[in-house]
């Protein structure tokens, strides 16, 4: 069975401290060299907890991966607009990476996982170049080597009132997965439901399609029926995640791999 360490402060902002929270599996040590996944809750940049997606970092754990919870700052409780919010995404993808010998991680298998705004942010973090704290060290990379996604917001600019939590529609054209795609991005598994009322489901299909004509990795889990926020659902949970099993067994993410000596 997993467990849940304290939380630890990834970054200093000018509205305070920024934790993470790794579920761990009841195995790991920290000379292991497992995937790491970390997940942003949705919240439309304006609310939400991190604990949304405690099940899911529970699940994947007593797989054996080394999941996150990440907390980012929002409209509500920090007065940020969407960028900032992406910054912090890069900030935590990044801090992973720089901290993976601590954490027993892969450094070159960290995952990006996040639903809805979360998605946004997650995608942004692998798709979206700049948007960087220039405090950090940017010789080490934000960028997640896959990529998980539950109805994420791949294009806000459809939408006048999410494009407004942008500052304006240049800056959320600007930060729209949908409109940056390209050869060389990291391989993604997504899922939406065909009856979302906030984030057209055309948008998940457009996303596949362009991904597949770029060469890139892509799998989508269609939910037929299913509205906004559906995989929260008991009856879709376990689903979601069965299917996002075999993405990461297509990976090579579930192998022995999971746990190994850092070497050196």
């Known amino acids: 069975m997993s467990y849940v360490h304290q939380s ?3 970054k200093e902002t000018p509205q305070g401290l920024l934790v993470i929270t790794p579920y761990l599996p009841d195995d790991w040590s920290e000379s292991d060299l497992r995937v790491g996944v970390a997940f942003f809750f949705g919240g439309g940049w304006v609310s939400g907890t991190p604990t ?3 099940h899911h970092a529970h699940a994947l754990a007593d797989l054996g991966m080394v999941c996150f919870c990440v907390d980012y700052r929002t409209m509500s409780r920090h007065a940020v607009l969407a960028p900032t919010c992406v910054e912090d995404g890069k900030s935590a993808i990044r801090w992973l990476r720089q901290h993976c010998r601590e954490l027993g991680l892969d450094p070159n298998r960290l ?4 639903g809805s705004a979360g998605g946004h942010v997650a995608a942004c973090a692998g798709i979206i170049p700049g948007y ?3 405090s950090e060290d940017l010789t080490i990379s934000s960028a997640p080597n896959a990529l ?3 109805n994420p917001v791949l294009d806000a600019s459809h939408d006048q009132t999410l494009a407004a939590r942008f500052g304006d529609l240049a800056i959320a054209e600007r930060l729209a997965p949908l409109r940056h795609i390209r050869p060389g991005l990291p391989p993604t598994w997504l899922t939406h439901g065909t009856d979302d009322e906030v984030i057209p489901f055309r948008q998940a299909r457009q996303f596949r399609a362009q991904m597949l004509a770029a060469g890139n990795h892509v ?3 269609e939910a037929t029926g299913e509205r906004h926020g559906f995989y929260n659902a008991p009856a ?3 689903r979601t995640l069965d299917n996002l099993q075999l993405f990461f ?3 090579g993410y579930l192998q022995r791999g999971n746990r190994g000596a850092v070497p050196g």
């Open 249 to 251: 067994a297509g990976l």
């Open 236 to 238: 879709w949970r376990q």
């Open 8 to 10: 630890l402060v990834y």
């Open 52 to 54: 949304q997606f405690a």
């Open 219 to 221: 799998a989508l889990l």
């Open 111 to 114: 995952v990006a996982a996040g």
């Open 132 to 134: 960087e704290d220039p």
């Open 148 to 150: 998980v996604l539950f």
